[in-house]
């Protein structure tokens, strides 16, 4: 078993990886404005993203409720 922090470790790594990648561009609407970079330049009125922080999902913590195996992985 892992530590919290490892976990923590883990995703950063992965999400560092993925956020290296280029994602396509996406429509405004398509995008939560935290996760929008700057617009992309061969299309107006789309954004280039990336995976960010965000302290606005609500969905996480039901979502981890329904993974027990993984809700015990990262407790303290």
């Known amino acids: 078993m892992g530590s ?5 470790k883990l995703v ?6 993925l956020n290296q990648q280029s994602f396509e561009p996406k429509r405004a609407q398509e995008i939560p404005a935290e996760l929008r970079g700057p ?5 107006a ?3 280039d993203w990336k995976i960010v922080p ?6 996480i913590a039901p979502l981890e ?6 809700h015990l992985l ?3």
């Open 12 to 17: 950063d790594t992965f999400v560092t990886c």
């Open 54 to 59: 965000s302290a606005s999902n609500s969905w």
């Open 65 to 70: 409720q329904k993974l027990p195996a993984i």
């Open 4 to 8: 919290q922090k490892h976990f923590e």
């Open 74 to 76: 990262l407790k303290p």
């Open 39 to 43: 617009t992309c330049q061969s299309m």
């Open 45 to 47: 009125d789309w954004f």
